[in-house]
């Protein structure tokens, strides 16, 4: 084939090259206690934290850090294991909204929330059932002290950034 | 309520019946006779259906009673029933297994790992709560709603933190994938019902909770869950962890470890029977390990637990 023939072939080249080069990778929060942060480190600042199924244009990746947008145009990095290509369920994007909004609805916040988790006592359904059931009063109460059990987001952290796991790995 | 659904699937049967197979496309005089003997005995076979629904025992009466049961047992259980009925297995699972080992450092340690591993998991919005108990059983287990008991012989054979966190992960697996509910969807008590209230235990529907949770032990303690869920459950374990950061190989390692020791543990209440034959899970999850190149490069942390099981009686 003589080159001028692929002449034609040019401008089909670059509207394919321009418009894959445009067109953004669309990624959804899936875990709870996601942050943006400026920079690809988990200790750079926190530009805000980010809601399950909150949607992100991703514009650059490196290594595990993407480098992303949100839907009001905040820009900064996202860890990877922390976004997907598939949104979170409905009722999944509910459950997290009630947990958001008793962190305060902000990363920064939930870094000092000590409200994270927590949890009522045994329900009085539960309640009616060991009372029929005539349940060993130390059962009860071992329950009980499960449930009151507080994990808070800033305990998490310094979990895993002791232990240098995930996006605190060095 | 059952009358409701008969109804239901009445109205879809005349429907079907009402667009006739052999419906022509062109109208000639032959053809809208066939149509008319086809719209005939279509309504012969509906009259003769309703019949036999309507009959007591019938075989048509029963396929679709247990399709009405179906349709109301997956009716959306809302997050207090689910919770409730969690946390009545619980209590069953003290009285089962034990009381929680009294090592505060562990129960903390298990609670921060496994809320570090919820927020990455399909379902990280509902709170979770983690116990050790003391029980030289190797087993684990999930109540619906987030109460996940480890024993302590688990955690005493597990090695390395990377393991204990599929585990923990393997667990709000099910809990995500409400698998534990779904073996219960046809449940007496959860007919119709969507809520539970205190009001609503009372009487024959009282014995009815005491039953399901009576089913809900059997399978989870003795029989197991579905082969299906189980294995579900390793390759959901295997990504949280992976996306926390921790290995997806410690999967593998604790089945292995659970291999070697099969033969010499007790069985019954075990992971041994309630989890499918370890063979094949092994196969699965290796299968399963490459889809993560760089495992390797993810956390193990080997000397933290083992700083941890120092503590360990």
């Not at chain 1, 979170?88 to 939930?110: C, H, M, N, T, Y």
């Not at chain 2, 000639?28 to 309504?43: L, N, Y």
């Amino acid at each position: 084939m003589k080159p001028r023939n692929l002449a034609w072939m040019i401008p089909l080249f670059l509207v394919c090259w321009l418009s894959s080069a445009v067109a953004q990778e669309t990624m959804y929060v899936t875990s709870e206690g996601t942050k943006l942060k400026e920079d690809k480190k988990a200790s750079s600042k926190t530009v805000v934290g980010l809601p399950l199924g909150a949607e992100l244009s991703v514009m650059e990746k490196d290594d595990k850090w993407y480098r992303v947008k949100t839907s009001e145009g905040q820009k900064g990095w996202v860890y990877r294991g922390r976004v997907s290509d598939t949104p979170p369920s409905a009722e999944v994007k509910r459950e997290g909204a009630d947990l958001f909004a008793a962190l305060g609805g902000s990363g920064i916040k939930a870094d000092e929330a000590d409200t994270a988790r927590s949890m009522r006592g045994l329900s009085k359904e539960t309640e009616k059932y060991a009372s029929m059931k005539e349940t060993p009063e130390k059962y009860r109460k071992a329950l009980d002290q499960v449930l009151a059990v507080k994990v808070t987001q800033q305990e998490v952290t310094s979990f895993l950034r002791d232990g240098k796991v995930g996006e605190y790995a060095e | 309520m059952k009358y409701g659904c008969l109804l239901i699937v009445a109205f879809i049967a005349l429907s079907a019946g009402g667009r006739c197979p052999a419906a022509p496309v062109d109208r000639t005089g032959t053809q809208e006779a066939s149509v008319e003997k086809s719209a005939a005995s279509s309504e012969l076979r509906v009259a003769g259906l309703l019949d036999a629904l309507t009959k007591e025992g019938s075989k048509e009466r029963k396929l679709f009673e247990g399709i009405g049961s179906l349709v109301e047992g997956s009716m959306e259980i809302d997050y207090d029933t689910e919770r409730t009925i969690g946390e009545s297995l619980a209590l069953e699972g003290f009285a089962r297994y034990g009381m929680p080992v009294d090592n505060p450092d562990l129960q903390e340690y298990v609670n921060v790992l496994g809320t570090a591993l919820a927020d990455n998991s399909i379902r990280p919005g509902i709170p979770y709560r983690f116990v050790v108990v003391d029980s030289d059983l190797l087993n684990a287990f999930s109540c619906p709603g987030g109460i996940i008991f480890i024993s302590y012989g688990l955690m005493k054979m597990m090695q390395t933190e990377a393991q204990v966190a599929n585990v923990l992960a393997h667990e709000v697996a099910h809990v995500s994938h409400k698998h534990a509910l779904q073996s219960i969807r046809r449940a007496r008590f959860l007919q119709g019902v969507g809520k539970v209230t205190a009001a609503a235990m009372e009487g024959e529907k009282g014995q009815q909770f005491e039953n399901m949770i009576g089913d809900l032990q059997t399978v989870l303690f003795d029989k197991g869950l579905d082969q299906r869920m189980e294995f579900e459950a390793d390759a959901s374990a295997m990504e949280t962890a992976y996306r926390t950061g921790y290995g997806p190989n410690g999967m593998i390692e604790v089945l292995r470890s659970l291999k070697a020791r099969e033969d010499k543990s007790e069985k019954s209440g075990s992971w041994f029977s309630t989890h499918p034959p370890l063979d094949k899970r092994i196969e699965k999850t290796m299968a399963e390990l490459a889809k993560y190149p760089d495992w390797k490069q993810q956390s193990q942390l080997l000397d933290r637990y083992q700083a941890l099981k120092r503590k360990f009686k």
